[in-house]
């Protein structure tokens, strides 16, 4: 009978690192009671969070900044938007909380 696994099977990464350094990662791990492994992969998914986080971030800006662009053409969806949403916060009472 096979063997059923929740997990992948994993695969090794090698790299070349001070002995200075690895000794006091393995300290800092061991004494914190840690698989050096796991803080390893734990900084590898953190990083690639972070990474695809900026990335987000940064296409949500560039769409942003296009929107905004486009919103200075008095044609343009964008435009009609904010007039609209304009005319909105103009008519209700709670218009004037979101008012720079």
């Excluded at 796991?38 to 953190?46: G, H």
């Excluded at 942003?64 to 009472?93: C, M």
Aim: charged fraction near 35%; charge should be negative.
């Amino acid at each position: 009978m096979s063997r059923a696994s929740q997990h992948p099977k994993a695969e090794t990464f090698n790299f070349r690192i001070d002995p200075a350094l690895k000794f006091a990662f393995t300290q800092a791990t061991e004494s914190e009671d840690k698989p050096a492994a796991q803080v390893l992969r734990d900084f590898m998914r953190s990083y690639v969070e972070r990474r695809n986080r900026k990335a987000f971030e940064a296409e949500a800006r560039r769409q942003s900044q296009a929107a905004a662009a486009r919103a200075h053409d008095p044609r343009s969806d964008e435009a009609q938007s904010l007039k609209e949403l304009g005319t909105v916060f103009d008519e209700d009472h709670f218009g004037d909380e979101w008012k720079a």
